[in-house]
């Protein structure tokens, strides 16, 4: 048996909303005009911001892009509004990860990208020399082409490409 941490239990996407959604009405009547707001965003506006916040942290966390590359140019090096945007964006990416560890809670990007590193990490054990066939992945995410990686190393793993073309020559 593989001894491996028990996850911790997902944040609400609700709750994810919520939190993002009050942090963002916090940011913009603290910074008004200096985040070049002329009024704070009305609660639609808000909650649109919140959303597109999460999206942004699913898809950097998806990726494995710590959030300090974000913050890697030089803030002189960048436009004003540049510097606000990344002013803005440290809302998503200190403030949120900070608040769910304190729960006790983890996002839930992150434990999809721990749910694949999981199976890759066991595929060997799982699988012994049972045939295994993936069909239809690409790969394109980091997760995801580890666990493809893993089952293709397998005596008996086997990948199936979307759209191969079988009749190209060697």
Known sequence: P??????????APAERRLTLARLI???ARLEGPKAGLATPPSAAETF?????????????????????????VPPENLARNWQQALNFLDI?????PAIVAA???ADSAALGNERL???????????GDRPVIVAGSTGSQPATADL???????????????????GLSP
Not at 2 to 11: C, R
Not at 118 to 124: I, L, P
């Open 148 to 166: 493809l990686q893993a089952i293709a190393a397998l005596p008996r793993g086997a990948l199936v490409l979307p759209s191969l073309d079988t």
């Open 103 to 105: 729960d006790g809670k």
């Open 48 to 72: 649109w911001l919140a959303d597109s916040l999460a999206a942004l942290l699913d898809d950097l966390t998806i990726e494995r892009i710590a959030p300090a590359a974000l913050r890697a």
């Open 92 to 96: 998503a990416l200190n403030a949120w």
């Open 25 to 27: 009405d916090q940011w």
């Open 117 to 127: 590193a999981r199976q890759a990490s066991t595929a060997a054990q799982r699988y």
């Open 2 to 11: 593989i001894d491996l941490p028990v996850p911790l239990p997902p944040a």
